[in-house]
């Protein structure tokens, strides 16, 4: 409702209404601009295009409560569009000459290193990725900060973000893992911890074939480390370099808003629909006029479209020809779409693969002059047609050999519809955390699936674990669970017989205690008490080589955090989401020889935020 007013004033020339949009609006602009980048004198000449525009251009925004996500889109179309002709310039990737260490970052240090990782993958991924974890979008604003139409949106960051993880799940095995793995360490010999995409298919290879670095990796959470890396905000000096240039854009547009009051034009207002457009809308910058095609001063970009024709966004009398609306907007979908084509090119980029086109192109694939043809296509018809939900885990089976207690499985609802889905299993000796939950269509949770091996019968054991939905016409998953347990124990475990962290669940491995979080109450995120520091003493008769907190948010999500070890104290930070409820958690430790134990039914509640 205040951007609404703002937006409002703006249209009128009211320049303390644009600086309050600034500032309002500024820091997620910069800190999207940096993430492209890496370089604060590139990232702030981007936000000075990106608000410089948005001046020029604020009497087109219709739906003014959508001027944050407009905003990103500009500046993801300015990106978008230098990196295609090569004009962008990024400071990712050129600090060579690091000192080569093999020990492990702090989860503080991890969390920038791995948003910088980010830049080995294609511009247009990069915006997928930082606009769905950073920006706190619903799907319609996510779709048009991103630039494609809402049926595609949920294939397009599924896909991505996958990829995306795969990448960089690699990649931080590579910098966390090879002081534990000589293997590892060998083969990155020399490797000055830049993450490049060399490393990246060097680790991948790597972990291919290795029990160790494939566990470190898939408890790893890549994504997570990405979306909590704190925000950079803008230089001080950035916001008078914006309000100056933005001041020239109102003040030329306030005789252009009056000349169309005279001939009867109407300048569509904030917040409301213009005749005959069907609703509200927000407008791409793709889509918006320019002051002169091509003419001094336009940006690099920006295609002289002339006017938004058709639909009643102009009438009669604008003095426009009758084809010129026609053509702007056909150049309009063109550019738009094109934005997010998920195609890579630069040299710099890794090869993740995009929406693969198995119908024909939607009206919406379209080409920018200089650029290759690009296509979004509708989600494949085989996920889209389900009545219900419809649940699958990944992967499928695990097999936990000898001496495995614990790993991970990914649960996706690929139905249409929402679903409260529970996981069964018949025998006492395997437990899946957390044993139910809400799914979203497309929406996915991370499991972990115990073995209590004081409980297992001798020789190879297998069972299932039933994951089922709530709706009749809804689809369940079923994981396959086998080992082996050769040398059942024959009496109680004593904590200073086994090595390894043993826990109140494990007859071996690392002893947790007194773990606690502090506060143990915070406030749903954007407030400032909006995280909990995670503590636990481990002690083993080996080396403790690793602790992560595997949580459930209150919403669903799941994740996990590398807890830094101080002799036996090791701690880490959960933060919140802006649901309220409660986050569960549990702790896994793992030791030098590979033995593991897991503490659970830790919590923390999230309380409603003031603000």
């Known amino acids: 409702m205040y951007d609404t007013r703002l937006v409002t004033a703006a249209q009128e020339g009211d320049e303390a209404a644009f600086a309050a949009l600034y500032d309002r609006n500024a820091d997620a602009v910069y800190d999207l601009c940096w993430a492209l980048t890496g370089d604060e004198a590139e990232a702030s000449r981007l936000v000075v295009d990106t608000f410089t525009l948005a001046a020029r251009h604020v009497a087109d925004l219709t739906d003014a409560s959508q001027v944050r996500p407009w905003l990103l889109a500009i500046a ?30 702090s989860t503080a240090q991890l969390r920038p290193w791995v948003r910088e990782a980010g830049a080995i993958v294609a511009l247009a991924d990069q915006v997928v990725v930082e606009l769905t974890l950073r920006h706190n979008l619903d799907a319609a604003e996510l779709a048009a900060a991103i630039g494609c139409g809402r049926e595609q949106v949920d294939a397009v960051v599924s896909q991505v973000n996958a990829e995306a993880e795969g990448v960089l799940g690699a990649l931080v095995v590579a910098r966390q893992g090879r002081k534990a793995c000589a293997a590892l360490a060998k083969a990155l010999s020399g490797w000055d911890g830049v993450p490049t995409v060399e490393s990246a298919e060097t680790a991948d290879a790597h972990i291919q074939g290795c029990d160790v670095c494939t566990r470190r990796r898939t408890t790893s959470d890549p994504l997570g480390l990405l979306a909590t890396a704190p925000p950079v905000p803008p230089p001080v000096d950035l916001r008078t370099q914006v309000l100056d240039r933005a001041s020239d854009e109102l003040a030329a547009f306030r005789p252009r808003q009056g000349a169309a009051a005279a001939e009867g034009v109407g300048v569509a207002g904030a917040g409301r629909a213009v005749a005959g457009d069907g609703g509200p809308r927000t407008v791409a910058l793709s889509t918006l006029p320019s002051r002169g095609a091509g003419g001094p001063g336009a940006p690099r970009g920006l295609g002289g479209s002339g006017g938004l024709g058709g639909n009643g966004r102009f009438g009669a009398g604008s003095g426009r020809p009758g084809w010129l609306p026609i053509a702007g907007v056909a150049i309009a979908v063109l550019v738009l779409i094109t934005g997010i084509v ?23 694939a379209v080409t920018t002059p200089g650029a290759p043809l690009g296509t979004i296509v509708p989600v494949d018809s ?23 207690t614990a790993d991970t499985v ?11 889905w529970q996981a069964a299993v018949e025998v006492p000796w395997v437990a899946a955390s957390p044993s139910s939950g809400t799914l979203q269509p497309n929406q996915a949770v991370r499991l972990t699936v115990t073995v ?18 709530s709706d009749v016409d809804g689809q369940g998953a079923t994981l396959a669970v086998s080992g082996s347990n050769g040398s059942p124990p024959t009496s109680a475990p004593s904590s200073t017989t086994t090595a390894g962290p043993a826990t109140t669940v494990e007859t071996s491995g690392p002893a947790i205690s007194n773990v606690g979080a502090s506060p143990a109450s915070i406030e749903a995120s954007p407030c400032p008490e909006d995280s909990s520091e995670v503590t636990a003493t481990v002690t083993d ?8 907190a595997r949580y459930t948010l ?31 958690f549990e702790l896994t430790a793992t030791d030098a020889e590979g033995l593991t134990n897991t503490s659970s039914g830790h919590s923390i509640i999230v309380t409603t935020c003031p603000l």
């Open 452 to 469: 209590v091996r004081s409980l297992l019968p001798a020789g190879q054991f297998s069972t299932q674990v039933n994951f089922s939905p």
């Open 382 to 404: 085989t996920t889209t047609t389900l009545a219900g939900s419809r649940l699958d885990v990944t992967p499928a089976t695990l097999n936990f050999g000898a001496a495995d």
């Open 410 to 420: 990914t649960l996706i609802n690929d139905g249409q519809i929402q679903t409260e």
């Open 76 to 105: 993801r179309d300015r990106a978008l569009t230098e990196d295609e002709a090569g004009t962008l310039r990024s400071g990712w990737g050129v600090a060579g000459g690091r000192a080569v260490s093999a020990e492990p970052l």
């Open 342 to 364: 998920l195609v890579f090119h630069s040299p710099r980029h890794t090869t993740v693969k995009t929406v693969t086109p198995t119908t024909a192109p939607s009206t919406t």
């Open 541 to 548: 008769t080996v080396a403790v080589s690793s602790v992560i």
């Open 554 to 584: 209150p919403n669903g999500a799941a994740g996990s955090v590398d807890l830094i070890g101080s002799g036996d104290e090791w701690s880490g930070r959960i933060f919140a989401t802006s649901a309220k409820g409660t986050i569960s």
